[in-house]
């Protein structure tokens, strides 16, 4: 702009100012009337709603899921120590040893175990491998394994299975344990899954929360409870076959295992003392467990089950100890006789005062071979089903068979049901013939029936059973084919229950002598009871008796020498002497 512009253009500049400053201002706007000043609204802040809490764990349905997955055919969840020992050797599984400190330095442990204490069990899972390897826990005796197995498998550990019998059991079975020292610190080899918190919650407080004793009662402090003005609720969890098999303590109700969680109701109030028992602590453990965690506050579990209640001989209801009472039966027998009585000894008393004569073969044996005169006739199977047709129990009886090996069964069978003079005919119908007495042909008359003597029903039920059940040879070797046996890689164990006096005479190469009467006393000088065993004496009398006892204790391949060293002898088999 030029400056002869510049100067009108300002002077018209500040004109404009001064006419709007002299100006009129306009009126301001009517105010709208108001009873109070407007504020801002007050925001009230938003309480997040409370989270809806998990429901707690159905621990009855949890259990009960558990328990089906432990059946019968799989023993309950439960290894042997022969079988584990096994699995060691080849593709071991994580040995896992739930004991105390204090335990694992004074008894010492299976090699290769880890050592982790069941009330820290789930604060180490880490220690442990993944849901699916397979992991074999125990303790002293079985109770707190099979609690450690049913946490681990409520947690989805799947493959988890507890050692029966504990330490104790492995140690019985004489297979080896490291002393000396203690087990390696537990190392983490896993990242553990825990699906539910509430549940895993739970159950590390049960076992954290566990007390020294870890709810385990003994057997003369059951006993003692038991005895007491107001005793505990006794539940056995066995199954029916071990109840009716095995016995059980009186007072106890039956409940079994696989029924156990549904069965609830027919329990005591909560707050009422339970002690629950099994065969040997794990399944009475496992349900110890389930009833704790739901809320019953006294309840117990037998320690070693009902084989810690017969081991302390105590009462059982419906069962005989048959190692003691065949080892009292055995240590009893008369010298020389052993309840047998010779041919001519039996024809005497046939010719003045004759006792009962039993003939206990088969009836074709009778067709073929006769019998002796007056002689009534019940086959060893059947005779225990026929007590009736016998005599009084102090009534003179003798019995006979082909050759002494089943009449020494039926002597022995019916003096432990109490009938005081019965005797086997040694060497059977054949000494009776070798000696030249007179024989029948046809068949004896029929027995007649009366009444049947009072006699232990236990007894009679086991007795019957093994008679009942004899085999085609009734368990007897001939000395031929025992003589080829011996040759084979692995022969049968030989086990002599003669004298030493007769031992002293010739004996088998290679056997065991054990007298009769210290048979019961050595059983630890035996091998496996799966392990063949031909028992054998001068005759088949005693040898007979031995191979009864050993059967009925679980020796599942017992045999005895037919007609015994005599009859090895006779077949001009060699001896020692």
């Not at 190469?509 to 004496?537: H, M, T, W």
Request: hydrophobic content about 45%; overall charge negative; aromatic content about 6%.
């Amino acid at each position: 702009m030029s400056k002869k512009t510049q100067l009108p253009f300002a002077l018209l500049l500040i004109f404009s100012l001064i006419l709007g400053a002299c100006a009129t201002p306009a009126p301001a706007a009517e105010p709208t009337a108001v009873t109070a000043p407007t504020t801002a609204p007050v925001v009230q802040p938003t309480t997040p709603p409370e989270p809806t809490p998990e429901p707690a764990p159905d621990m009855a349905a949890l259990f009960e899921t558990l328990i089906a997955n432990l059946p019968a055919d799989k023993n309950f969840g439960v290894v042997s120590a022969a079988k584990l020992n096994e699995e060691l050797a080849g593709q071991a599984p994580f040995l896992l040893d739930v004991r105390e400190a204090a335990e694992v330095e004074k008894d010492g442990y299976i090699e290769g175990a880890v050592h982790v204490p069941v009330r820290e069990l789930l604060k180490n899972l880490d220690k442990l491998p993944g849901l699916d390897e397979p992991i074999v826990a125990y303790c002293a005796s079985g109770h707190r394994g099979g609690i450690a197995l049913a946490t681990l498998k409520m947690l989805g550990y799947t493959n988890v299975r507890n050692l029966g019998g504990g330490l104790g059991a492995w140690k019985k079975a004489n297979l080896p344990v490291a002393t000396g020292s203690v087990p390696s610190a537990a190392e983490s080899i896993s990242t553990p899954v825990v699906a539910d918190k509430a549940l895993f919650t739970l159950l590390d407080e049960f076992l954290g929360g566990m007390p020294d004793s870890f709810y385990v009662v003994k057997a003369d402090q059951l006993n003692e409870a038991l005895a007491a003005s107001a005793p505990p609720t006794l539940i056995d969890v066995r199954t029916v076959d071990e109840w009716n098999k095995d016995g059980y303590i009186e007072g106890a109700t039956h409940i079994p295992f696989n029924e156990f969680f549904a069965n609830l109701a027919t329990l005591p109030a909560k707050d009422q003392p339970i002690v629950v028992y099994c065969g040997s602590g794990h399944r009475g453990g496992i349900v110890l467990a389930g009833l704790r965690l739901m809320g019953y506050t006294e309840v117990s579990n037998l320690g070693g089950g009902l084989g810690a209640w017969k081991t302390a001989k105590l009462p059982v209801v419906g069962w005989v100890d048959w190692a003691t009472t065949w080892a009292d039966f055995t240590a009893a027998l008369p010298e020389h006789a052993y309840y047998t009585i010779k041919a001519d000894a039996l024809n005497a008393q046939l010719a003045d005062k004759p006792p009962f004569l039993l003939d206990i073969r088969e009836v074709s044996e009778i067709e073929k071979d006769g019998y002796i005169a007056g002689a009534v006739n019940i086959p060893v199977r059947d005779l225990l089903k026929n007590l009736d047709k016998l005599p009084g129990l102090d009534e003179p009886i003798v019995v006979y068979c082909a050759s002494g090996h089943r009449g020494g069964m039926a002597t022995a069978a019916l003096r432990l049901l109490g009938y005081t003079n019965i005797t086997d005919l040694a060497g059977g119908l054949g000494a009776w013939k070798k000696a030249n007495f007179p024989v029948e042909t046809g068949a004896p008359a029929a027995p007649v029936a009366g009444k049947a003597p009072e006699v232990d029903a236990t007894r009679l039920r086991d007795l019957d059973a093994f008679l009942a059940s004899l085999p085609e040879g009734f368990y007897t070797v001939k000395a031929a084919d025992l003589n080829a046996e011996l040759g084979a890689a692995i022969p049968p164990i030989v086990v002599d229950v003669r004298t030493p006096e007769e031992v002293a005479q010739g004996y088998i190469e290679g056997s065991l002598q054990i007298p009769i009467e210290q048979l019961l006393g050595n059983l630890d000088r035996l091998p496996d009871k799966s392990a063949p065993v031909v028992v054998l004496c001068q005759s088949g009398h005693r040898g007979v008796i031995g191979l009864m006892a050993l059967r009925m204790l679980g020796y599942t391949d017992v045999r005895n020498l037919g007609g015994g060293i005599n009859a090895w002898t006779a077949a001009e088999l060699p001896l020692g002497n």
